[in-house]
């Protein structure tokens, strides 16, 4: 049971330099979504999508782009990172719709520094 | 607009104590609420989740919750607390249906000292 994939886990980014977060899901879930959480703020949602080639904006969408062209991949890029960046990544899904359908599922994180 | 708060910011507790966590939120219609543990280095999981029904919800590992609807809470409950309870506690609020997104809390760091 994969379940959330995120990779890479770890990375190190210089200012300037653009990286996509990789996020899969195997649970056939239609809404996925990205987060970022910098401590002592909790979550923030960046972006979201609904199903495959719909996209939205969330909290804190700014310096990021997202795509959803398959149901399971909702890959998080960053265009040009800057030290506010820094922060750890979780992507997540759900199954919206459903009677169990509103509990997310959560990836393993991302944690990014930019320097 | 939704929002959660999470009254503390760091509670320190020793072996045994009880433990009880505040939730608040504010959303006028119906609601699903959830609290996620974050462990030491690990991602978010779901301890418990409230959609409708029994207003007091019980979780994995003994923890417990209760939906007071009058006062927009959904404190975390648990009657002995261990050290492997050492982590952060996250609530969350989605408006219910299918439209809305889930709302964190700021998150409260619980330190269980052995």
């Known amino acids: 049971n994969a379940g959330v994939t995120q990779t890479p886990k770890f990375r190190i980014l210089k200012i300037g330099q653009s990286m996509t977060l990789q996020c899969a899901q195997d649970?056939?879930?239609?809404?996925m979504y990205w987060y970022r959480q910098d401590p002592g703020m909790g979550l923030k949602l960046i972006y979201y999508s609904v199903g495959a080639g719909i996209t939205d904006k969330g909290e804190v969408p700014n310096g990021y782009n997202v795509s959803r062209s398959t149901t399971e991949d909702f890959p998080l890029r960053l265009e040009l990172a800057a030290p506010s960046q820094t922060s750890v990544y979780f992507c997540?899904?759900?199954?919206?719709?459903?009677?169990?359908?509103?509990?997310?599922?959560f990836g393993e994180g991302s944690w990014l520094t930019v320097v | 607009a939704q929002s959660v708060s999470q009254h503390n910011h760091h509670v320190i507790l020793s072996e045994a104590a009880s433990l009880e966590l505040g939730c608040n939120y504010s959303y006028g219609g119906t609601v699903n609420l959830f609290w996620y543990v974050q462990y030491p280095g690990q991602h978010l999981q779901l301890l418990l989740k409230y959609f409708s029904g029994d207003p007091l919800v019980k979780g994995i590992k003994g923890f417990e919750a209760e939906f007071i609807k009058s006062k927009f809470s959904f404190n975390l409950r648990k009657p002995s607390v261990q050290w492997s309870d050492t982590a952060e506690y996250f609530c969350?609020?989605?408006?219910?249906?299918?439209?809305?997104?889930?709302?964190f809390g700021k998150g409260t760091k619980l330190s269980v000292k052995p």
């Open positions: 997540a899904s759900s199954a919206q719709g459903s009677p169990s359908g509103n509990t997310i599922y």
């Open positions: 649970m056939n879930h239609n809404y």
């Open positions: 969350a609020v989605k408006g219910g249906g299918s439209q809305g997104n889930l709302i």
